[in-house]
């Protein structure tokens, strides 16, 4: 076995690690980080979810999409083409927002509360803990081969839960955060930030919490997954 099937060997190890043992994985991590692996999980993820988002737009019939526009003359078909490229963008950018605003916040919390880790430290473990998101795109992608139209488009309706538009964006943002992969993924980063700051379990979860609250309240303005 040469050094790159190694190494590739040794990656997928510590993935896995991540999910049955994450303090020791996280531990071992943290000895040597490598920031270019953990990009290299997110960008696999983002490249999923990206797939994943183009998949379903393509599944709108071309009438869904209509140009608006007074005097519109943009074919529906030329829309939805147009539209599932944009969404796969937003899925992409989507993914890697999240991990460094997450990071950037779960690091400006850290630091007053007297935790000792760098953030480049931050980013890697933040990167392995999103390994349960990986799960959830992949299953993602297969759903968005199998969904019927109809699926499609009751799922595009969003939920709706009040009268006010506010409140159903709020729901509909915190629908999309807190998903059941994107909670274990938030319980990995209360170790991840216990390893990497030395901080009690308490504080690790009033600064995830805290985070992700804001994380819920940014992609009702920006593309974050």
């Not at 797939?51 to 005097?71: C, E, L």
């Amino acid at each position: 076995m040469n050094e790159r099937e190694s190494g590739n060997l040794s990656f997928i190890r510590e993935i896995i690690g991540c999910l049955t043992s994450p303090r020791s994985s996280f531990r071992s991590i943290l000895e040597k980080p490598n920031l270019m692996k953990a990009t290299a999980l997110i960008l696999v993820i983002a490249i999923v979810a990206a797939w994943a988002s183009f998949n379903y737009t393509g599944k709108f019939p071309p009438s869904f999409f209509v140009d608006q526009r007074p005097g519109g003359i943009v074919n529906p078909e030329q829309l939805r083409q147009a539209s599932m490229t944009i969404n796969a963008i937003i899925g992409l950018i989507g993914v890697f927002g999240t991990w460094l605003i997450s990071s950037a916040l779960i690091h400006g919390f850290s630091s007053p509360l007297g935790g000792k880790g760098t953030f480049r430290s931050m980013l890697t473990l933040a990167g392995y803990t999103s390994t349960p998101l990986l799960i959830q795109q992949v299953l993602r992608l297969a759903d968005s081969f199998t969904a019927s139209q109809e699926e499609v488009l009751q799922l595009a309706t969003g939920l709706q839960i009040s009268a006010y538009p506010l409140l159903n964006t709020i729901a509909n943002a915190a629908m999309n955060i807190f998903t059941i992969f994107r909670l274990w993924s938030i319980i990995l980063l209360v170790i991840a930030i216990r390893e990497n700051y030395k901080m009690s379990t308490a504080r690790s979860i009033v600064i995830v919490a805290t985070s992700f609250i804001l994380i819920a309240l940014l992609s009702m303005f920006l593309p974050l997954k």
